[in-house]
């Protein structure tokens, strides 16, 4: 082999995917497209890539923090133009479809918390969320009527109190 065919096998070796350590499963991989990659070189002629998630973090925060600033203006023209009493159809079909949300949000939490689980955590988080949406609705949707009470009860001795435990359990590391 002359000088010649060494520089570009070479070349082809750098130019080659692969930043991870030897024996890694992109050595693995080199090695099986380009002989030449059994070999490890230290010497790198580029930098590394950014890893992805770097760069999509601030991109995502930013679109996250955006669409929550453009729904202050909505909420203050929801305030100003809905109306304060409307009928609803499928209203029982509503409530019963969150309430059988929060029937799997609650059941899969404990199912995954008592397996030690760490999806238990995203779940429980959810399913917090989810239980303080219904407290909030059940609370608002009966004030001036007779079940208030009730709506009142419910919230503050079952509906925020488990909000609370999914809470805690949604905080805790995974491990």
Same mark, same amino acid.
């Given at each position: 082999?002359?000088?010649?065919?060494?520089?570009?096998?070479?070349?082809?070796?750098?130019?080659?995917?692969?930043?991870?350590?030897?024996?890694?499963?992109?050595?693995?991989?080199?090695?099986?497209?380009?002989?030449?990659?059994?070999?490890?070189?230290?010497?790198?002629?580029?930098?590394?890539?950014?890893?992805?998630?770097?760069?999509?973090?601030?991109?995502?925060?930013?679109?996250?923090?955006?669409?929550?600033?453009?729904?202050?203006?909505?909420?203050?023209?929801?305030?100003?133009?809905?109306?304060?009493?409307?009928?609803?159809?499928?209203?029982?079909?509503?409530?019963?479809?969150?309430?059988?949300?929060?029937? &799997? $949000?609650?059941? =899969?939490? !404990?199912?995954? +918390?008592?397996?030690?689980?760490?999806?238990?955590? /995203? *779940? %429980?988080? #959810?399913?917090?969320?989810?239980?303080?949406?219904?407290?909030?609705?059940?609370?608002?949707?009966? &004030? $001036?009527?007779? =079940?208030? !009470?009730?709506? +009142?009860?419910?919230?503050?001795?079952?509906?925020? /109190? *488990? %909000?609370? #435990?999914?809470?805690?359990?949604?905080?805790?590391?995974?491990?």
């Amino acid at each position: 082999m002359g000088p010649m065919t060494r520089r570009a096998r070479a070349t082809r070796l750098v130019v080659c995917p692969g930043d991870g350590p030897p024996g890694g499963k992109d050595t693995l991989a080199m090695a099986l497209v380009v002989p030449q990659a059994r070999t490890w070189r230290t010497t790198r002629t580029t930098r590394p890539a950014r890893p992805a998630r770097a760069l999509r973090t601030p991109r995502t925060a930013t679109v996250l923090t955006g669409a929550g600033l453009v729904l202050l203006p909505w909420v203050v023209v929801l305030a100003r133009t809905m109306p304060q009493t409307t009928e609803v159809s499928h209203w029982s079909t509503a409530w019963i479809g969150l309430d059988l949300m929060l029937a &799997a $949000g609650l059941t =899969g939490t !404990g199912v995954l +918390l008592r397996r030690r689980d760490p999806r238990a955590s /995203p *779940l %429980a988080a #959810a399913t917090a969320a989810l239980l303080v949406m219904d407290a909030w609705f059940d609370v608002t949707t009966s &004030a $001036g009527t007779g =079940g208030q !009470g009730m709506a +009142l009860l419910l919230a503050a001795g079952a509906e925020l /109190p *488990l %909000a609370v #435990a999914c809470a805690v359990v949604a905080g805790r590391r995974p491990r």
